[in-house]
């Protein structure tokens, strides 16, 4: 006698629920498994699931949720019969195909990882090292046009327009010249001035431009100090460090800019705000560029110790805070004991006369502001 309960279809023993995926309608049904779910609403027409179709849905335990790939795609049966679930798990030989596996879910993470090491080279070693390359191809003109828009920015904080007295002005004009032929800069456009704030500072900008904020001229006694400052900014200016910063912290939106040329934009502004007036060079800058300054006071035959003396004097008073000259590379008794030992009898004439540093002490007008 032959087995006919095995080639009979079989029937839930209790509803399933089903949504038919065009309204959001919970839906009693029972299901028949022959050659193809067929699932039947009371009073409606069967609606039949090929069991190739048939996919694993997200669920909760206890309910085998599924979807089928010739239904539409909000379609949802649930089936809560244990017996049930598994009869059709049998059937659905395709039923955890779209799943990913250990060996997918290992091949995402291998790819996410790559990425997310591939992101850490790149701003490690990609960004640093393009900026030092192209930092110095920089066309002068581009490096201007950077200037110009920064140096907008800087006067919106630091001031209007710079001091105006003409004496004065020569004076200034006098000593940054003379620095500027001892370094070998050979940029004739050259640009320089002090902005009435009582802010101790100087900087460079792209482009030629030199700054000296009127706090920095009220504390400094002799123009051997103040002409060391500058030479520090000289430093700077000679290597790139203003353009090798601005790249590095503008990275892949000022590198595109570049290329297209614009580059006054939103780029200036991050450089004129965190560059200039935060003055964040690295630690080798900062050394390449007290290098600098030693040589340029020795080749002029003045002692780079003045200038080390007033920026420790600065930091002293004012407790290296953000308005310090040092606002983000504090000065160390290293950085003055280097100055002092480097420190040499004068051999060269006064960089200004006593008249014209008088004049200079007062550009903005006379007296401190």
């Known amino acids: 006698m032959s087995d006919v309960s095995a080639e009979a279809p079989s029937q839930s023993a209790r509803p ?27 009073g409606g027409t069967p609606v039949r699931w090929a069991y190739a179709d048939i996919r694993r849905a997200d669920s909760p335990a206890g309910i ?5 790939k010739s239904a539409p ?7 809560r019969d244990a017996a049930l ?8 030989t395709h039923l955890d195909e779209h799943q990913t596996t250990r060996r997918g879910v290992a091949k995402i993470v291998g790819w996410s990882v790559a990425a997310a090491v591939s992101i850490v080279c790149v701003v490690l070693f990609g960004v640093p090292l393009a900026a030092d390359r192209l930092a110095p191809l920089v066309p002068k003109p581009i490096e201007r046009r950077i200037g110009d828009a920064s140096e907008v920015q800087v006067k919106t904080i630091f001031g209007r327009s710079t001091c105006s007295d003409p004496a004065g002005q020569a004076a200034f004009s006098k000593l940054v010249n003379r620095l500027r032929d001892a370094a070998g800069l050979d940029d004739d456009s050259m640009t320089a001035g002090v902005l009435p704030t009582s802010v101790p500072n100087a900087f460079a900008l792209p482009g030629g431009k030199v700054f000296v904020l009127k706090g920095l001229l009220d504390k400094a006694d002799n123009p051997d100090e103040l002409a060391g400052i500058l030479a520090h900014e000289l430093g700077h200016l000679k290597h790139h460090d203003n353009m090798r910063g601005l790249i590095y912290n503008g990275g892949t939106s000022f590198l595109i800019g570049l290329l ?25 800058a900062e050394t390449n ?33 953000l308005t310090s000259i040092l606002a983000s590379h504090p000065l160390t008794e290293d950085r003055l004991a280097r100055m002092t030992k480097e420190d040499r009898p004068a ?6 006369t006593d008249a014209e540093w008088q004049a200079l002490k007062e550009i903005c007008g006379g007296g401190k502001i």
């Open 16 to 42: 399933t629920i089903f949504f038919d995926g065009v309204s959001s309608r919970r839906r009693q049904v029972t299901l028949t498994l022959g050659d193809a779910v067929e699932i039947l609403e009371e």
């Open 64 to 68: 085998l949720r599924l979807a089928s």
């Open 73 to 79: 795609p909000l379609a949802r049966l649930e089936i």
């Open 85 to 92: 679930a598994a009869d059709v798990t049998v059937r659905c």
């Open 260 to 284: 297209f040329g614009d580059v006054t934009g939103s780029s200036a502004v991050i450089f004129a705000s965190r560059s200039v007036v935060e003055a964040s060079y690295s630690r080798e």
């Open 289 to 321: 560029a007290d290098t600098f300054a030693i040589d340029i006071m020795h080749a002029l035959g003045r002692s780079p110790k003045p200038a080390a003396e007033l920026m420790f004097r600065i930091t002293g008073k004012e407790g290296g805070g």
């Open 347 to 352: 051999s060269g004439p006064p960089l200004l």
